[in-house]
């Protein structure tokens, strides 16, 4: 038989209330009773029923979290930051990988919504303002973890690629190098923007510019990709002395691509990554990149949200949160001076 509250009251001899309240840790109730009703509700294996609780307090305490797709190292870490902070709060998350198939995206918001979750935190790049309009926003709070949608959202938590990406471009420069690619992932819109402006503007800072044809663009940010990017780079007359990723997992394609050219790294070619997944410390060699705070956007995004979901007041009168956060360089070993050219 099944152990409730009334269960519970009718052992400790105590009304309803009185156990209601001491199993949420109320200071309304005794020390010595609280701890009673806490033993025997051990005892009696008491589980509190969610579908009960979210009845009368009108919350399910699930965030619903939307990524691109689960494998991604980069959205992986983002998710350990959210499920830190969700988890402190004594919220669970629901989890949906849209793997860029928006019928599937479709589903996953309409199947968030039939579940009740409280809010919404977008990790999915790029946004689907299609997509987000099924929330009923005005009552309904979404963060978003990038910065694609800030016309359309209020609240986002991003990194600046811009900085992140002139950072990159600033050691490729001061190493001396003058012939920058940029290899970009066409299906990241205004992030893959942000970091090819970022190196354009450092170029321009120090009296250079990108070439036409050092700028490439790849139908994703998979391993695959990056390796049939750079044998673009490879392939022209004219090849770069540096080209510079989108993201890691492009960076370490490229690597592997080189190795198979037997083009050296970094003493040919130098390549840098973005993100600084697990993987890019064990590349061979390993990789330069700029270090994202993934963790550190997952727990603010958390947070961020946690605090709208704390006030009752109607969304709309809240003014928009957004931060911003910057990533730091990290030197490795796919980056040297470039190689002197023949005369």
């Known amino acids: 038989m099944e152990t409730t509250i009334k269960t519970i009251a009718k052992i400790t001899g105590v009304s309803h209330s009185t156990v209601s309240r001491a199993l949420r840790g109320s200071p309304l109730v005794a020390d010595l009773t609280a701890e009673r009703i806490r033993k025997a509700a051990q005892q009696l294996d008491y589980l509190p029923s969610a579908a009960a ?63 009740r979750i409280d809010g919404g935190i977008i990790c999915s790049t790029p946004v689907s303002i299609e997509r987000w309009r099924q929330f009923p926003t005005d009552r309904f709070p979404i963060v978003v973890v990038n910065n694609q949608a800030a016309d359309h959202y209020n609240f986002s938590i991003y990194h600046d ?18 012939d920058i690619a940029y290899l970009g992932n066409s299906h990241s819109g205004k992030t893959t923007l942000d970091r090819l402006s970022g190196l354009q503007e450092e170029m321009e800072y120090h009296g250079l510019s990108v070439s036409p044809d050092h700028i490439h663009y790849v139908p994703g940010g998979s391993l ?120």
């Open 53 to 115: 609780r979210s009845l009368k307090t009108k919350r399910t305490h699930v965030l619903g979290v939307i990524l691109s797709g689960i494998a991604d190292p980069f959205f992986s870490e983002v998710l350990n930051g959210i499920e830190g902070a969700a988890h402190a709060a004594g919220y669970s998350l629901f989890i949906g990988s849209s793997n860029h198939d928006a019928d599937k995206e479709a589903r996953i918001v309409q199947t968030m919504l039939e579940q």
């Open 161 to 178: 690629d811009i900085d992140g990406s002139r950072q990159l471009a600033r050691h490729l420069i001061e190493l001396g190098h003058k």
């Open 224 to 343: 695959q990709m990056g390796a049939e990017g750079m044998n673009y780079f490879l392939s022209l007359p004219n090849p770069p002395t540096a080209v510079m990723c989108f993201n890691d997992m492009l960076a370490i394609g490229a690597l592997k691509a080189c190795r198979q050219a037997g083009v050296r790294v970094p003493d040919e070619i130098s390549v840098t990554g973005f993100d600084n997944i697990a993987f890019s410390e064990f590349s061979v060699p390993p990789l330069t990149t700029l270090d994202q705070p993934k963790y550190e956007i997952g727990r603010e995004a958390a947070q961020l949200l946690l605090s709208l979901l704390s006030e009752e007041s109607d969304l709309r009168s809240h003014t928009q949160g957004v931060k911003v956060l910057k990533g730091k360089l990290l030197v490795r070993a796919t980056t040297a001076k470039p190689r002197k050219k023949e005369t």
